[in-house]
């Protein structure tokens, strides 16, 4: 499915090619949420590509659930993938999204920890009106 920001970007983003760019060493760590059991079915198909990676140690594989907040009413489920060197990347991740609010700094600190270079991370501020 097209993502209509993509378009307007001078790069790739990583959404639905996160896999083979992980296998190719060009992607420290993935991250896929939904509310609790939510995930749709062609996602969890998506899911268990990474997940046979998981079974040889190729990936690390790490399910988090924050409970329901005052913003949200559902609990969520953050499956993230890391390559072994980067597993770090993890609980940076899940400390990052536990901040009760969100800024162009934390939007930077994302993207860097997803992968991203910093002129992509400078581009996409831009976009976000930073």
């Given at each position: 499915?097209?993502?209509?920001?993509?378009?307007?970007?001078?790069?790739?983003?990583?959404?639905?090619?996160?896999?083979?760019?992980?296998?190719?060493?060009?992607?420290?760590?993935?991250?896929?949420?939904?509310?609790?059991?939510?995930?749709?079915?062609v996602?969890?198909?998506?899911?268990?590509?990474?997940?046979?990676?998981?079974?040889?140690?190729?990936?690390?594989?790490?399910?988090?659930?924050?409970?329901?907040?005052?913003?949200?009413?559902?609990?969520?489920?953050?499956?993230?993938?890391?390559?072994?060197?980067?597993v770090?990347?993890?609980?940076?991740?899940?400390?990052?999204?536990?901040?009760?609010?969100?800024?162009?700094?934390?939007?930077?600190?994302?993207?860097?920890?997803?992968?991203?270079?910093?002129?992509?991370?400078?581009?996409?501020?831009?976009?976000?009106?930073?």
């Amino acid at each position: 499915m097209p993502i209509p920001i993509a378009a307007r970007l001078p790069y790739p983003l990583h959404t639905n090619r996160e896999l083979g760019m992980m296998l190719a060493g060009t992607k420290p760590l993935a991250r896929f949420c939904d509310a609790r059991d939510q995930f749709p079915a062609v996602v969890i198909r998506y899911l268990r590509l990474f997940d046979r990676h998981v079974a040889n140690g190729t990936l690390v594989r790490t399910d988090h659930f924050a409970e329901p907040t005052s913003d949200r009413t559902f609990a969520l489920h953050t499956i993230l993938f890391a390559l072994p060197a980067e597993v770090w990347r993890i609980a940076a991740m899940i400390e990052l999204h536990s901040s009760p609010q969100w800024s162009l700094a934390h939007e930077r600190k994302e993207g860097e920890l997803l992968g991203y270079a910093d002129w992509m991370n400078d581009h996409w501020i831009a976009q976000s009106g930073g």
